[in-house]
């Protein structure tokens, strides 16, 4: 009896074995060089196991090929193919978009009933809603909303005031989210948050829940990655419901309130609403409560996290580089005194300085360190042998691009020059990847661009940035998620400049 459970067992083992790496010559046989991938884990394990970030294991991946176009890879049994040539890179964003026109993450109505955004729909739902909510970040809609986020700047400074008051040292991360959360709250929901004040403020409390990584999310995303069937199947088993329910409320909430008074607003809610009224424009979608939610969910997600990392990050330069701040704050001076001490949209728009300094954060703290699109038919990459089936997926090494010595020159170095106007020039369109390319890149760029600006505006006008005992010199990466997190914070001292020099 033990020596048939033995065999068994070592039976099922030898099976279990051959189909993890049963894939495993898919690279190989299409001429794609890659390192050897490990059984039921791929090229992956350094993620699994917390020792490299995505961004690290995706850079480290691009270094170790430099001679190549492209790097075969594993995401446990499943290929993917890495693209490092940026010419092929240009191919699948922009010349053959058709074929390359989705981003492969699966959408649970379910299990997850807020992924329905725009980030994850399939293209034909995609386009149809982004033709719908793309009017709402044109020119004309971000100068109606720019008063708003200079009123959020001006309660920044007010806040920081008190808190300097008591201890001049602040964690910038959390700081920098409370103010792009009022923005947000303001632009999106049409609602004073007040997360500056608020400690206790619901929707920081919900954007710290998304993305925390617990070790119950963790066993959750290898149950959704493995087994998705299995993952939808059981619904709100898995789904996270407190923050489902927040936000479908919160929306149904103000919709309902702004009906019943007759209350119009230049926000992203009023578009939703403006869709929800007319559905025969939109006879592709249904428009359910989720649906409609999981776009406001993706805004605040993507507008708070990506625009707090990148002011915070570009305090933690300029808190190094005394030079640049002080070159940047005298732009910010300047620029001010010439608008009659008073901020627009166009002059904060025309900061040239601010802009590279602005592109040079995004490059070295890019929030999301890969891209990811999907095939929709067979392909063959250009100038090549390699062809690809259907369902294939690409990824874009946005880091590994990023700190390419022969792009930018001295990588790890902060340098804002790498943004003027003569080095853009010098180099290839697909040399800065922060919010993608393409027709499927970030529809709120010039958003995020404006709030992450004037947050720097109302920091650097009123006070010094320097680094402290609590400062990690060199950057210490956090391993865990998927965007990019420091590992400690982004402890910095602020102190407050005397009235003549913040005039």
């Known amino acids: 009896m033990i020596l048939e459970l ?70 446990r049994r499943e290929p993917i193919l890495l693209l490092r040539d940026l010419d092929l890179i ?65 309660n920044l400074q007010t806040v920081m005031d008190k808190i300097i008051d008591k201890n001049n040292i602040i964690e910038a991360r959390d700081l920098t989210a409370r103010f792009t959360i009022d923005v947000i709250g303001v632009c999106a929901f049409g609602l004073e948050i007040n997360a500056m004040n608020d400690d206790d403020n619901k929707f920081r409390k919900m954007g710290k829940r998304v993305f925390h990584m617990s070790f119950k999310k963790i066993l959750l995303f290898q149950l959704r990655e493995l087994f998705p069937s299995i993952y939808e199947f059981l619904g709100s088993i898995v789904d996270d419901t407190e923050v489902t329910n927040f936000f479908i409320n919160t929306m149904r909430d103000t919709m309902n309130y702004r009906r019943k008074n007759n209350l119009t607003r230049n926000d992203f809610l009023q578009y939703l609403m403006e869709i929800e009224d007319n559905p025969d424009k939109l006879p592709e979608i249904k428009l359910t409560d989720s649906f409609l939610a999981s776009q406001l969910f993706i805004f605040f997600l993507a507008g708070f996290e990506t625009s707090s990392s990148t002011i915070s990050h570009a305090l933690y330069e300029l808190a190094q580089y005394e030079n640049y701040q002080d070159q940047l704050r005298q732009e910010i001076k300047e620029t001010k005194e010439a608008n009659g001490g008073k901020w627009t ?98 529809v709120g760029m010039r958003f995020a661009y404006q709030q992450s600006k004037v947050g720097l505006i109302k920091i650097l006008e009123r006070y010094r940035v320097d680094v402290c005992d609590k400062t990690d ?25 005397d009235n003549s020099s913040s005039k």
């Open 90 to 154: 240009k191919d699948i964003f922009i010349s053959d978009f058709s074929k390359f026109s989705d981003r492969p993450m699966r959408v649970f109505e379910k299990a997850e009933p807020l992924s329905q955004t725009l980030l994850h729909l399939e293209y034909a739902r995609w386009r149809p809603l982004r033709n719908k909510l793309s009017p709402v970040f044109t020119s004309g809609k971000l100068k109606d909303m720019f008063n708003l986020i200079l009123n959020c700047g001006d």
């Open 6 to 75: 033995t065999s068994g067992i070592f039976v099922l083992g030898v099976l279990i074995y051959c189909w993890s790496i049963s894939t495993y010559n898919f690279w190989h046989e299409r001429g794609v060089p890659g390192p050897k991938p490990v059984p039921l884990l791929g090229n992956i394990s350094d993620l699994i196991t917390g020792k490299k970030s995505v961004g690290q294991l995706v850079q480290d991946y691009y270094n170790d090929y430099k001679n190549e176009k492209m790097v075969g890879l594993f995401f």
């Open 473 to 497: 010199i060199p950057y210490k990466f956090s391993t865990r998620g998927f965007s990019l997190e420091p590992l400690n914070g982004i402890y910095l001292k602020f102190t407050k400049l």
């Open 345 to 442: 949209y166009d002059s904060v728009k025309n900061m040239v300085f601010m802009e590279k300094v602005f592109r040079e954060t995004l490059r070295k703290f890019s929030p999301i360190p890969m891209l990811i699109r999907g095939s929709n038919t067979e392909y063959t990459l250009s100038g090549t042998n390699v062809t690809i089936p259907k369902n294939s997926k690409i990824a874009f090494p946005v880091y590994g691009i990023h700190y390419d010595p022969k792009i930018y020159p001295n990588p790890e170095v902060f340098n804002p020059e790498n943004f003027s106007p003569e080095a853009i020039q010098s180099r290839h369109p697909m040399s800065f990847l922060s919010f993608g390319e393409g027709p499927r890149n970030c």
